[in-house]
């Protein structure tokens, strides 16, 4: 098999020698390079190679070349090699006027390199970093599960969103092809109990629940501390940073996620606006560095174990998990996040897990290829997964009740959706009913300005309308509007339930109805619903962790 193409562009061919020469040094050895300085040479190039199936990993092309504009280019190339990453090649140029700044927004190119460049700080680790995204969206040469299951089954569905959100490379066949047949009487099982996990070890799963799973690839779900120094609730961004800060600062940490580590920011493709990542990061990526980062600092990170119940016992507070075990903390952080508002359209909620989804579902993408599929909202994580799609799909459909994108959309992403091709949105426009038996095969639409109903074909829906915080388990802990958690002052606020606080001084800033409880992220009242901004809260609810642990102490000593 060939090796991969580095494929660059440039009219000076002076650039195009130098540029190729240091690729070759540093991946020459598993990579095949290509330089050109004409636009129609290079895409005849690029034309053979896709007719002889050889991969284009990396596109670089500079912008202002003369026969065509670089982002011109390159949309070109893309076209035939839609799985290869984009780079544009600028002058070094860090004002407003740069042409990197117009073609990430309208999602022209990836990433960018200047010139000159440094061959470590710039080219390597640049071009490092776009190859290893390359790499994740390449059907992976190591596969430490193969997994067989009905291709559009819920729970074929669940099992490889959870071995995405882990990070595990999986193979997939379906349990009718002739691969997944042999596999299944090699094992002599049958294809009534599904899906079936073989481990590259053979240890093999049979229907396995989520706490297997997890177990499987080396998590654990089982706690076995009784006492700590804090607890915390929910693995998102805030949860994870609560975990960095405290378990860094040496406070004994254990951390209770429901499912799996990255909560909401876990399912976004790209996250554009963290900082300190200005090509973007995925959200699955983030998170699983801030997990492995709270590993490293000591924080016992128990997965599949929600927590369903506080209680206090003097200065303890105790958290009780699903499987009964009971932890006394001197201190709890709750970051439980939002869960997705459901359509209530009860032939859509039959087929949840088979063609519709509750948010991003990140491990559904590659499965969308040459696709129609539907996105419902008009919120920056729709606009987000709708992109994201796009570039699988044949063709997306953004479906949204009000009159424009603007109200709840950055404008980053409502123009990168305008300059997407395959990507349409029906304003004023609504999913009234569902249709397909195993599977969703269509939706009925409703148009509210002209009152028209149609149904059209659909192989799938993914659905996000904003949220509800997850505290229905924390009954006396102050909450408002449908279960955001009241922290600081609004505790306290305009004496209105003086009772709520029981003490003589005011709470802390994230402190919640109960001294010694904060709330961190989406889920406390009045959150900004951002990574940073829960990133901001996990952090700072450890610093107030501090103070209270202090103020106890004087207290005692008192
Ligand atoms: C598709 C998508 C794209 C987005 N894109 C961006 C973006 O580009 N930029 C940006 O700034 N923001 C973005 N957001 C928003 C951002 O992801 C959220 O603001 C952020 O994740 C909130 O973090 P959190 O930790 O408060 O909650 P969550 O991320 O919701 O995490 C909460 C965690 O708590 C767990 N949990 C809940 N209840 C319990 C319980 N009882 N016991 C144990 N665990 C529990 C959940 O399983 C979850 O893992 C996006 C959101 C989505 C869905």
Excluded at 19 to 25: A, P, S
Excluded at 230 to 252: C, K, N
Aim: proline share 4%; hydrophobic share 45%.
């Amino acid at each position: 098999m060939s090796h991969p193409v580095l494929f660059v562009i440039d009219d000076d061919a002076g650039v195009v020698r130098a540029l190729r020469d240091d690729l070759i040094r540093r991946f020459g050895e598993d990579f095949r390079v290509i330089g050109t300085s004409s636009a129609a040479a290079g895409l005849a190039t690029l034309r053979e190679l896709a007719d002889e199936h050889v991969t284009v990993a990396v596109l670089i092309a500079d912008h202002k070349m003369r026969e065509m504009p670089g982002v011109d280019f390159l949309a070109r190339a893309h076209d035939m090699h839609p799985r290869a990453k984009r780079v544009l090649l600028v002058e070094r140029d860090y004002s407003v006027h740069s042409p990197v700044i117009q073609a990430m927004m309208l999602g022209q190119a990836d990433y960018h390199i200047s010139k000159p460049w440094m061959l470590e700080q710039d080219l390597y680790r640049g071009v490092g970093e776009f190859l290893a995204a390359w790499a994740k969206d390449q059907d992976a040469d190591f596969e430490l599960f193969h997994v067989i299951g009905r291709l559009h089954g819920r729970s074929t569905n669940e099992l490889r969103e959870l071995l995405t959100r882990f990070n595990v490379p999986f193979h997939f066949d379906s349990a009718d092809s002739a691969e997944g047949r042999r596999l299944l009487e090699r094992k002599g099982l049958h294809a009534s109990r599904l899906p079936v996990m073989i481990r590259h070890d053979d240890y093999t799963m049979v229907d396995p629940t989520p706490a297997q799973i997890i177990e499987a690839v080396g998590g654990s779900t089982r706690n076995d501390v009784d006492e700590c120094d804090v607890v915390i609730v929910g693995a998102g961004p805030a949860g994870l940073t609560a975990a960095v800060y405290a378990a860094s600062e040496g406070l004994q940490t254990v951390v209770l996620e429901e499912t799996v580590s990255g909560g909401q920011a876990g399912s976004s493709p790209m996250i554009r606006n963290y900082p300190g990542f200005p090509h973007g990061i995925s959200g699955h990526e983030l998170t699983r560095r801030a997990c492995e980062q709270a590993w490293i600092f000591g924080a016992h990170l128990v997965f599949s174990q929600p927590a369903v119940g506080l209680d206090l016992r003097g200065d303890e507070r105790l958290v009780l998990q699903a499987d009964g075990h009971q932890i006394a903390a001197r201190a709890v952080i709750v970051a439980p996040g939002i869960a997705w508002r459901r359509l209530g359209v009860p032939r859509l909620e039959a087929l949840v897990g088979s063609g519709v989804f509750y948010g991003a579902a990140a491990s559904e993408t590659q499965a969308m290829e040459g696709r129609d599929v539907f996105v419902v909202g008009a919120g920056n994580s729709a606009g987000q997964t709708a992109l994201h799609l796009a570039r699988r799909a044949r063709q997306v459909t953004m479906v949204v009740r009000g009159d424009s994108l603007a109200r709840s959309m950055s404008d980053y992403l409502i123009r990168e959706i305008e300059a997407t091709p395959n990507l349409a949105v029906y304003l004023h426009t609504e999913v009234v009913d569902g249709h397909g038996t195993d599977h969703l095969d269509a939706i009925t639409l409703h148009n509210r300005l002209h009152n028209r109903t149609e149904q059209v074909p659909a192989a799938a829906l993914f659905v996000l309308i904003g949220g509800e915080p997850r505290t229905q388990w924390l009954p006396d802990v102050a909450q408002v509007d449908c279960g955001y958690i009241l922290t600081g002052r609004d505790v306290v606020r305009d004496g209105v339930h003086p009772s709520r606080w029981p003490l003589d001084r005011a709470p802390f800033p994230l402190e919640t109805s109960i001294p010694g409880v904060f709330a961190a992220g989406d889920a406390r009242y009045r959150s900004i619903k951002r990574v940073a901004s829960a990133v901001g809260d996990g952090a700072t609810a450890v610093r107030l962790v501090h103070e209270y642990l202090a103020a106890m102490t004087q207290t005692k000593v008192r």
